[in-house]
């Protein structure tokens, strides 16, 4: 028999500071795998290279520590991995499950009257029935193109999935609810969906912890991985810390970053309260 202990993560993407809701995700980790006598580790989801920024990973790391967080072993920077990714979507694309997409954001928008599942507008299609002929011809004459995964054929090859979460008990997974999602975008050889899955096999991560607006997104990552025969860690979704108002706290709304609660002169303990104290902690 294998002994396996609890490893877990933080992965956040260097897009802007962390705020309040940032500090309880990564003590949630933290705690996580310490309780266990596990292991905690580092990931910089840094794979968009239009809104990321090293003074912000800078800024991260630096708060992290300020916070008291202890992470194992060196970080783990998605840019430097992009092979990686490749090797995953190379697999998909000899399994004939991916197709080259190239579609604009306002063909699939279209009329607004796309059904949406969880990350938005869900993908109506046109391209997935494009002949070889011309999708060699588009891809020749240097037209941009994301991929796709074909998720009806993928659902079939995969058969019925399950994953756990801890809070929420077993899951009947349904990838399905995403559409054919982008593994490859545009911009960037791979996608949140596909680097995220492959990391968390790559880094040995045995319980993904993290809020609770990712809970969908498990579904899809639950199908890659049983395309790709990767790992099946469990998960945790842990509520999401709410502003005044009740809003949940996040980066584009501005919530006070951890800086400017420094800079405001509060003291470790009391941003680690603060992050504890919220209706999530
Ligand atoms: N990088 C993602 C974020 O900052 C988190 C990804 C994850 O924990 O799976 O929202």
Redesign the pocket.
Known sequence: MTFSSIVTRF???PTGYLHLGHAYSALFAEAAAGKAGGRFLLRI?DIDPVRCRPEFETAILDDLAWLGLNWEGPVRRQSEHLADYRQALDRLQGMGLLYPCFCSRKDIAGSGQAPHGPDGPLYPGACRGLGAGERADRIGSGQPFALRLDMAAAVRLAGPLAWRDLDAGEQTARPELFGDVVLARKDVPTS?HLA?TVDDHLQGVTL?T??RD?FE?THVHRLLQALLGLDVPQWQHHPLLMGPSGQRLAKRDRAESLRALRGRGLGLEEVRSLALSQPGG
């Open positions: 992965a956040p993407s989801e949140y995220v993904v993290r809020g990712l997104a």
